[in-house]
């Protein structure tokens, strides 16, 4: 058998490692985002969990800027964060909202989302929303179409 000679130069050779260590480092990098991101919903969870088995939250100080908050992780990717904030604004106990409550849960579930979805009317003639409720109601009902389009 002959003798092999690699006859790359020798920049090229290092560019190649460089390439490589590169990539290596970089699928090692989102394998710490992406554990790292799973850790901060695993404690976004433990959190709302606790908040939502507060009795009165409107007596917490900034109460309004928690309530914004769980307006805004109604849009988030996981299910169970969309779901434990559902359960903090049912901890409110608004008026508006308690006669919904199964509808907004089955909306939680993936599998029958499209359907809670399609029986969850919101107009004028058929209705199952209140008029009074309406404008309470339809900014949450949005939030929840939202997640569709943001992925």
Known sequence: ???TQDI???SS???DVAVSALEEKEENSDLVRK?????????LCVHLTLIAKLRSPKSLSKETKLRELYMNLLTHR???????????????????LEPY???????????TFREALIHFSIDKENSI???AHREN????????????FSF
């Open 78 to 96: 996981e299910a169970e964060v969309q779901r434990l904030a559902m359960n903090c604004l049912f901890s409110y106990k608004f008026p508006y």
């Open 101 to 111: 409550r199964e509808q907004f849960e089955k909306l939680l579930i993936d599998e």
């Open 137 to 148: 109601l339809v900014p949450i009902l949005i939030r929840f179409v939202f997640k569709l």
């Open 35 to 43: 554990s790292k991101r799973r850790a901060a919903t695993k404690s």
């Open 13 to 15: 050779l290092n560019a």
């Open 1 to 3: 058998m002959a003798p």
């Open 8 to 10: 790359r130069s020798k």
């Open 129 to 131: 929303v209140e008029p």
